[in-house]
């Protein structure tokens, strides 16, 4: 078949011998997007409902992966400033540069995403930046599914805060009346040390009354723990809980410092926690999640990039071996973070987290499915199907993304690829010149 | 042009319009596979006398990646035993499987181990294991560089160490006499934990009368230290002094573990050290190599993915960036190994420890050469083509491979691929099966 017609196609589908939650079988998908059903042998039973089929023959098909942690937009500046001291990094290059950002270049920054995240295997992302009508016209476009939330920054300003109380208000509004189930919006109070408690229990209100999530930092520094315990007299996370944010619809991002005592409080609160290991490692937090602390207070942990500008990539495969390898390495145990709880965070663990759905091939769920060649050096030899996923291959061995039904790349394909790429390249080019003139 | 055509030739090359050394230009490569000449419009003067022409528009030519610790065959074992206690994972499931390979194994997986490289653009290893002969030959068929060393362990046994050093006269007399320049042997003395001083004394004088180069590990871990501290009163960069070892031709991998003064001896004794840093945090040795201190002492830094049971893959492009990550978490400082020291680790630096004469785009050096395509997402914007390669590319954002002036890989496609991914899936699945019988 052509690669632009499976591309174009709204229907059902059918996808024949695969391996899927470890046996060989098929997968029949029905014209909702929804998994309708899996097996082996069940190609016979579907096969008039379905116009496309794909041979699965030497693939492997898994969950679409969940990045809980972004600012997708910030692909435009990849590249733009490595391997300085953070607060240079931030006010010599990064603010300055996205003080010249528009509607238009967080538009394509996200669809620039949104294609890195199709190639690479991920259906599902949470995110957390501007002009966030943008973001939502570029993932509605994409057909992958977001969370997206404005970055509520008041810095103790009453002025501030109500003016990000009003862009917050106006994007929830904005996206639920898109009313497409693929994007839902969040609150997004940036972090403690960038806004009041004020805001912070504005924001925590706010959720509580939309019944939507929270996306926050926490606890990516050192100096975030100290400077609070110097406010607040108490540790971040316990800040946090004070002004109610802390609930089981909020992920928060990084959380390198959390104490032992913290670590127990985010499980009492089920609270879900991604974990930025790249972000962390390259802007050198100095000090990795305590994984073990969280699995023991029974957190849902899930995995995230942070934006390009401190990772550079969105490749999640690539983040689930740096998570597993950071694990071990910092906590000084080969033993801790194992292929299959990476993989987990990766897809089920997040899927919880933003509440999608997805993250099994199971019945009844919405059709996020990736399929993966065994026929690359990666997959060879396949002694452990999970331990390659997570150690040996990166996102380049995805060779067909799903969401929600609709087949978003095959055989690595993916439609108006061209259009994107230029699209972003020109915006980037154009950011970088209006913030020189 | 079809690219068997372009993957059977041998004759002169001409690369037109590409990025190299930071300027548009073109590459000529003459027939004995020599860089003869690089820079703008010379492609008008070697049209007549290249017969295939790759148009290089749109991509940047890079030096191939020089992989400095490895032990290749291990790609048969990629996945048979992950996330285990260093102690376990050895007596329980690596030495035992390995208790079975055949030189049949070897070939195959040094097979697979090269296909995976040029496949991710590395052109030149030093390898470290067992039945090399078969090693050589698959390295002689796949068309790279490498440097190959039996791995000499005696266990302070006399009878052992009589064995071993036979084994290893007979590995470089075998080598020399394949007469192939792409092919080198060195002398592998595993490491003090498992070489008595004689053997590395052994090791020293004849590597030194057969001008050879040595490879050997060191420091990888804390028990390392200490046990030679309580063995031989001293650490182990001075132990190895004492035996001869530390020269300008000897490789060194790990070195996790070298305090200061030892890395001041590896500089004043021109060693060349080779950072591991997937392999380290995978098996957790707790501390990253001290690069600041060694690139103080002025010491040949260079790159190298270790085998693939501690990675498990062999991308020198992933390698790359979890040596820059690591280097700045574990330092505590986000200014350590910038991507341009990064770049000049996996290229120069270990073209230089090698002897290759590889590792620069310059006129006269043979031509390594891998294409990487600025059309795809990972190269989107090109705000900093260094940055790019280092932190956002993988090895699959390699286009084209090639090795002493013969292009093994074209557009992604190798020569018998199939037929190496079959035979090492095969080789993999029947070893398995010896050991369990």
Redesign the interface.
Known sequence: MEHRDILDYTGALLIRDIMVNGERGDIFIDETGTIADTGDGIAEKYRTEAEFIIDGKGSIAMPGLVNTHTHAAM??????A?????QD?LTQRIWPLEAHLTGQDVYWGTK?AC??MI?TGTTAFNDMYFFMEDAARAVDEAGIRAVLSHGFIDLNLPDKRENECRATEKLVSSIKSMNNRRIRAAVGPHAIYTVSPEGLNWCADFAASEKIGTHIHLSETEKEVQDCISQYGKRPACHLDDCGILTPSTIAAHCCWLDEDECALMGKRNVNISHNP?S???????RAMPYHWLKAAGVNVCLGTDG?AS???I?MF?EM??A???Q??F?????V???PEALAMATSNGARALSTGTGSLTTGAPADIILIST????N?????QT??LV??????SVDTTICNGRVLMHERHVLNE?EV?NG??EA??QL?RRSRS
């Not at 692909?75 to 733009?80: A, D, K, M, N, S």
């Not at 962390?280 to 100095?286: R, V």
């Open positions: 692909t435009l500046l990849r590249g733009y490595d391997d300085m001291v953070l990094w620039l294609l890195e190639k790249a962390n490692m390259k802007l050198a937090t100095h390009c990772n550079n990539n490749d690539e071996k740096t597993a390898l950071l071990k390495f906590w000084n145990d080969p033993t973070l194992p292929a026929r690359t050096a990666c060879i030899p396949l002694h452990n331990s390659n150690y040996a291959c990166s996102g380049s061209e790429l972003s390249a980037a080019i970088v």
